[in-house]
């Protein structure tokens, strides 16, 4: 049987899928071969298949370099499930278990075995590593060699020492979230300059993106998660320790299951919140950016992000882990003015040398153009990273309920001036008073109720002018400084010389959504107690094993469950997500659930 051939057989075996996505198998085939392969893919796109077949099919094992102690866990367990012999070696294990490890290894009882780079390189480890015995070697979320990306792992760097003590077994490197200049970087770091190539799209046409101007956080955040994710997994950002803490608290006061999770907590508070997310349904977790890139849950329906992310790349990272499973999620955020002055000062108080804070600077003004968006914001995230989508997505808010214009740039021309009039030093809120001909007694002292441009903006609310202002910073007209001031940048000129126009978005409407989005439906209303009672049982046999429920089965398999209802183990196997070693486990059980909800129906 040919190489192709045994690895759709392993795939439909092993994993229970019939065909493989887009470049899987251009990959598999390569790396098989014994080639090397940069291959970026998007969250929920498949890059663990890329490796885990290939191991399998070549001799010797697998050796998969992780950042975090979480995400191995839940691989290695996703594994042990269908019947992989896989393993981790980290520093939270004890003598006893780094022992097994070792030697289950040295016996050849091992498929793939699961590292951290520090473990990798620390010790002779390293060199106790038969190279004969290696089927592959993959280094996963590579992005983490870039010295200017998001999510830089110092440690990754070293990494290219892989390519002098094993040259002829075959590497990948893999990561989510990569543009070309990072691709490149990758490439270089790691020694891996000849290796082919494999970018997916970057697309994830499951995710509904939603931007919002921020008015009230808490009951805008409320609202989402009671109309249209109730009990459901989701994770929410915050930018602080502090936000984090008191939206888990007021969240949970508000009845739902939301926990904490940042880098103030004892460690074993954030590993018992993290095992509380991945193993139980309609967990809310609320964190810092810190929580994300360990967590290979595919059933997060949401991702709400309640203030600015610093960059696209970090935008579509975080929100990349919602809908890994392909069925419909959200990605949600609401953002303002403030957002923009606190991630600013953020970024002109750190440590960090010019070359970086320009880097940062141009990253954080393409977050705010992406926000003040009035077309297709998929087609904005692809272009961002080099792609193209031909026509609007019709699956974000701008396709769903296109924003409605107006023409703004007299009204523009009266900000500009009020703010060049009174110093270009002044914060927003001192800049509309002036606008809207406000008589406070600091506008009196300073002379400012004199200004030819007090009171001209009265025809608008300071609701209207904080919306226009933002637009203006968005396009770079306008600059804030990190304590709020507001100045005039060269960029402006054109407009208030009058030589161009400005058309900006009108304020939306608050959502008037009272039920479960369509968008975020998993199966049909007729069978959607059954789902439920699928999850319950599904819940049921992972806390006696000790797992992550989908661990056991995806949403996508009990969803295809729930709806096609299997009544013997023929059927049960066509469930996609269903190889032999799951049929046998886990087939009888369900479909006895399945019969007797039936029965009770009838």
């Known amino acids: 049987m040919s190489d192709h051939a045994n690895s759709l057989s392993l795939l439909r075996d092993i994993f229970g899928y019939d065909a493989f996505r887009g470049e899987q198998q251009r990959i598999i085939d390569t790396v098989v071969s014994g080639q090397h392969a940069l291959v970026v893919m998007p969250t929920g796109g498949g890059k663990s298949l ?34 992989v012999r896989a393993m981790c070696l980290h520093s939270g294990l004890s003598r006893e278990e780094r022992d097994r490890v070792f030697w289950t290894l040295s016996a050849g009882e091992l498929d793939l075995l699961y590292c951290a780079p520090e473990r990798l390189l620390g010790g002779d480890f390293i060199s106790q590593i038969d190279a004969d015995k290696l089927a592959l070697i993959a280094i996963d979320e590579a992005h983490c060699v870039s010295r200017w990306g998001h999510d830089f792992r110092p440690e990754y760097l070293r990494l290219g020492v892989l390519a002098e003590h094993f040259p002829n077994v075959p590497r990948l490197a893999l990561t989510a979230t990569a543009d070309s200049a990072t691709r490149d970087e990758i490439a270089l770091q790691l020694k891996m300059e000849q290796a082919e190539r494999f970018v997916a799209s970057f697309d994830r046409p499951n995710i509904t993106y939603r931007v919002h101007e921020k008015t009230q956080a808490r009951q805008q955040l409320t609202q989402l998660l009671k109309t249209e ?65 360990g967590i290979d849950k595919p059933d997060v329906r949401f991702v709400a992000h309640v203030d600015l992310p610093d960059s696209i790349e970090s935008y579509y990272q975080e929100t990349g882990r919602a809908g890994r499973d392909g069925l419909p999620a959200t990605a949600w955020m609401a953002y303002g ?60 808010d701008n396709c769903l309920n296109p924003p409605q214009t107006w023409d703004a740039t007299e009204a523009s021309q009266k900000l500009l001036s009020t703010i060049y009039r009174t110093g270009q030093r002044f914060g927003a809120n001192y800049v509309f008073d002036v606008l809207v001909g406000s008589s406070n007694e600091r506008i009196i002292s300073l002379g400012h109720d004199r200004l030819p441009v007090h009171g001209i903006g009265e025809d608008l609310s300071k609701s209207q002018w904080r919306t226009l202002l933002r637009q203006l910073v968005a396009r770079d007209f306008v600059a804030v400084d990190h304590h709020g001031g507001l100045r005039l940048t060269d960029a402006c000129r054109p407009l208030l010389r009058g030589d161009c126009q400005f058309q900006v978005r009108k304020l939306r409407k608050p959502s008037k959504a009272t039920s479960k989005s369509k968008a975020t439906t998993l199966v049909s209303p007729e069978n959607q107690a059954l789902f439920e009672v699928l999850r319950d049982t599904r819940a049921m046999l992972a806390n006696e094993q000790g797992v992550p429920a989908y661990v056991v089965f995806a949403d996508s398999t009990l969803a295809a469950m729930a709806e096609h209802q299997p009544t013997d183990h023929d059927a049960f196997a066509d469930l996609s997500g269903v190889g032999q070693v799951k049929l046998e486990r886990y087939a009888d059980t369900f479909i006895e659930v399945i019969a007797d909800f039936a029965r009770e129906r009838l």
């Open 50 to 83: 890329c490796y885990q077949l290939p191991a399998l099919l070549r001799d010797g094992v697998g050796l998969v370099i992780s950042p975090l102690i979480a995400l191995m866990q839940d691989q290695v367990a996703q594994l042990q499930q269908v019947g």
């Open 229 to 293: 994710h109730a009990g459901d997994s989701g994770i929410v950002y915050r930018l602080s320790r502090a936000d984090v803490d008191k939206t888990a608290m007021w969240l949970a006061t508000a009845g739902f299951a939301a926990l904490p999770y940042h880098a103030g907590m004892s460690a074993g508070d954030r590993a018992r919140n993290q095992a509380r997310f991945s193993s139980e349904d309609g967990i809310v977790m609320v964190a810092t950016i810190a929580f994300g890139m």
């Open 337 to 396: 003015l403030g957002d923009v002055v606190r991630r600013r000062s953020m970024l002109e108080q750190s440590a960090t040398d010019d070359q970086r804070k320009t880097i940062e600077r141009r990253k954080l003004d393409s977050m705010l153009g992406f926000c003040e968006l009035t077309g297709c914001r998929r087609q904005a995230l692809l272009a961002y990273f080099g792609q193209t989508l031909d026509e609007p997505c019709g699956n974000c």
